[in-house]
């Protein structure tokens, strides 16, 4: 067997004042495709930084054989140094790579190269820092989270790149089909310390529970070896046989033993606050149309959601997936058609950018609105600290604001408010992000337990082959149709998977003058301050008008009115029309202002 390219060898490196990984190894060879797992926050970024050698372990030692190449994928890439994305790719090439690579993979991932740096979405500078990565065909490439803010062809293609290269790989990802397809050896990073199968992940789940089966054994038995122990020495021995030092000693040893046993972390413990059943129909979309700016996003769409039906929204970046949910929902309003909820329907919705999370707000405060200290779940009242201990957060924890959580972190908090509140629809906009996989084990239980409705958007192919009985896929110029089954039921009958959105090539600045209104070729790599802030109060002013609107209505409704006061009544006729320019207005923003950020990645 050949020698790794590279290794790390008893390594550890601590935190804070507490260990973070201790004895961690890891080799690496040609052609090996290892991904690494491990809950969130157990150190598994941090083993890779130890790996690409940016940061040193406190012992161990890492080795990489003379010549070898390696190239590292952060979470969150920097490409401040560079004025454009094509320049950023090219500045990893070495002497002998071939420089046309960086312009074909820019492409494929959906980017010209002229992008400006400092203007680029998260989803444009992930795709350029693969692109960067990719392009010198490394000896070793070293991946963390390389499929988030990417879509559903871009994953697909960057799959299907990987396994056709001859590069080591260590992965880092919480999509399962995505480690399934590229690996064929796992380590699990669990307490500080790396264990490893030579079989891929599709094996990992079923080792690891082995594995912990066999802990859980082996501490009953030291368990049951202690209070033996302690019975000796209570009531089998005489005052003067007590003095027996070495048996005494031995039990201070075993109880010592299991205090230094490190319990596997626990899971999460998801249980639903639910509401009155609501009625059959749920969601009722009958001709539904929605353009911006002569683009269609939805066209003529008719659909009916019945209660207890679990549909997943698929498509591309840019295809308006989000968009619909809000038509769907009655957050936006159709251009034509029109959209009815059923009876009863308690509506709770997780959005994918958590911006209805305070960072100011604490944990406890975030759970239970500021006003308690319980949470109400099934009817049964729960201290707020019990309730955060079913989500993975330490009682400490409760006063933490919401700003300094960790990404996964926040993530379960928002999973943990949204269950906590009485619902029969649950509307989810990419609820798997930042997820771990034992995590997503139980929201796809409870999504399968839930007796109400589901609507979800989600860009996890394993996930909607587990969760949804139905896909609504974007097939382009507003189009969508509904395929029965999960992901892999809809491609079975499509022929084919989603399709990615065709990125043109913007034109020469003289062709495209700055101060042509509406030109949609002008550079606009990312939303500014006062558009996020547009984007975040816009749904609030849309609920005022549509409130203020419904009351002139009520009072423009009064037969009488016009003979009784003409003048109110031409005064609320101007108000309801003013009302109503107004809505008009505030919905186009906020859908400009939609698109936009979807159409970013933002």
């Known amino acids: 067997m050949a020698p790794p390219l590279l290794s790390l060898q008893d390594c550890s490196l601590t935190f804070g004042g507490q260990p973070l990984i201790e004895r961690a190894d890891l080799a690496v060879g040609q052609g090996d495709r290892i991904c690494l797992v ?65 312009r074909y993979l820019l492409e494929q991932l959906g980017l010209h190269g002229d992008e400006p740096t400092d203007r680029l979405s998260g989803g444009e500078a992930r795709r350029a820092a693969l692109a960067h990565v990719l392009a010198p065909a490394p000896d070793i490439l070293l991946l963390d989270e390389p499929t988030n803010h990417l879509d559903l062809p871009a994953i697909e293609w960057l799959e299907n790149e990987l396994l056709s290269i001859r590069s080591g790989l260590v992965l880092i990802s919480h999509d399962r089909r995505f480690l399934e397809r590229l690996s064929s050896a796992t380590i699990w990073l669990d307490r500080g310390i790396t264990r490893r199968i030579e079989k891929g992940f599709a094996s990992f789940e079923s080792w690891r529970d082995e594995v912990l089966e066999q802990e859980e054994q082996e501490r009953h038995k030291l368990d049951r070896k202690i209070a033996a122990e302690a019975d000796w020495l209570r009531y089998g021995v005489t005052a003067r046989r007590k003095r027996n030092v070495r048996r005494l000693a031995h039990l201070h040893t075993l109880r010592q033993q299991r205090r230094d046993q490190v319990k596997a972390a626990g899971s999460v413990k998801m249980t639903l606050a639910e509401a009155q059943e609501s009625g059959t129909l749920v969601i009722e979309a009958d001709g539904i149309s929605k353009s911006f700016d002569g683009r269609p996003i939805v066209q003529n769409l008719s659909l009916r959601i019945l209660r207890g039906d679990r549909l997943g929204i698929v498509g591309p970046n840019g295809s308006g997936k989000t968009t619909l949910l809000n038509l769907l929902t009655g957050v936006l309003a159709p251009d034509s058609g029109q959209v009815r909820l059923g009876a009863n329907v308690e509506l709770v919705t997780l959005d994918q950018r958590r911006e209805s999370l305070d960072p100011n707000a604490t944990v406890a405060e975030t759970l239970t609105g500021g006003g308690s200290d319980s949470v109400v779940i099934g009817g049964q009242r729960k201290h707020v600290v019990g309730y955060m201990k079913d989500f993975l957060f330490a009682p400490e924890q409760a006063r933490t604001p919401v700003g300094v959580l960790s990404g996964g972190e926040r993530n379960r908090l928002m999973v943990a408010r ?111 301050f006062n558009e996020q802030h547009e984007l975040k109060t816009l749904p609030g002013r849309i609920s005022e008008l549509e409130t203020r609107i419904a009351k002139l209505h009520e009072t423009l409704a009064d037969p009488g009115l016009y003979a009784r006061d003409p003048a109110l009544f031409e005064k609320a006729s101007a108000a309801l029309a003013e009302a109503e320019a107004q809505l008009a207005a505030a919905e186009e923003r906020w859908l400009t202002l939609e698109m936009l950020r979807e159409e970013l990645g933002a």
């Open 38 to 102: 491990g809950r969130n926050g157990s150190g598994k970024s941090t083993l890779l930084k130890i790996a690409a050698g940016l940061l040193e372990a406190d012992h161990g030692t890492r080795f990489v054989q003379p010549g070898a190449t390696i190239r590292y994928l952060p979470q969150e890439p920097d490409l401040t140094d560079f004025p454009t994305t094509l320049a950023y790719v090219e500045a990893g090439l070495g002497p002998g790579d071939d420089p046309y690579r960086a």
């Open 418 to 528: 949204a269950l906590a509140q009485p619902s029969n629809l649950l509307v989810l906009d990419e609820p798997t992000n930042d997820l771990d996989l034992e995590t997503l084990d139980l929201l796809e239980e409870m999504i399968d337990d839930y007796p109400g409705t589901v609507v979800l958007v989600s860009h996890d192919r394993d996930f909607l082959d587990r969760t949804v009985g139905s896909v609504l896929v974007s097939e382009g110029e507003g189009r969508w149709v509904e395929y029965a089954g999960g992901y892999s039921d809809m491609v079975a009958q499509r022929g084919e998977g989603v399709q990615a959105r065709t990125v043109e090539k913007p034109k020469a600045k003289a062709e495209r003058p700055a101060s042509e209104p509406g030109n949609r070729s002008a550079p606009r790599r990312k939303l500014g």
